[in-house]
Structure formats: structure tokens, C-alpha cells
């Protein structure tokens, strides 16, 4: 595996840990507000935090704000891991 799909692949297994879902119920076209996820901004934050202490990559508020599926966000992240 690749160091983008590791990175990728910790950021699916910290969001479902954290929203407590089945990985197997996330995609890249999964929206963190849509009723799979139903992710309130205290549940962002978490993700944010965990991603941050798991991978290093901090993600501000300002551009949590912008991040609407696990698709933006494994983007985002393996960017900048």
C-alpha cells in the first residue's frame, strides 16, 4: 500500500470510528451532513482533532468548514501528510 492510500485509509478508519459508523458505509462521495453520517460541527471538530493527533495534519476551522464529503477530506489530508 502506498503512503496516500495508508494516509487515506487512516483517515476512513478515524472517521468512522469517530461518527461511529461501519467503514464499509463510507466513499468518497459520503457527505458528513447527508444521513449517513448526520455530522454535527462538534462531531468535525473531533474528526479534525483525531486526524491532527493520528497523521499530524491540522486542519483549521476555516477550511473544516468547507470539507462536505470523506472525499474533501482524504484530499485535504493527503495533501498535506
Same mark, same amino acid.
Given at each position: 500500500m502506498s503512503d496516500n492510500q495508508d494516509v487515506g485509509a487512516r483517515v476512513e478508519s478515524i472517521v468512522a470510528d469517530r461518527l461511529r459508523v461501519g467503514q464499509e458505509a463510507l466513499n468518497d462521495e459520503t457527505r458528513f451532513d447527508g444521513e449517513a453520517l448526520n455530522a454535527e460541527s462538534l462531531d468535525m471538530v473531533e474528526v479534525a482533532e483525531a486526524v491532527e493527533a493520528d497523521i499530524g495534519v491540522h486542519v483549521p476551522d476555516e477550511d473544516l468548514e468547507e470539507i462536505e464529503t %470523506?472525499?474533501?477530506?482524504?484530499?485535504? %489530508?493527503v495533501e498535506r501528510a
Open positions: %470523506v472525499g474533501d477530506l482524504r484530499s485535504y %489530508v
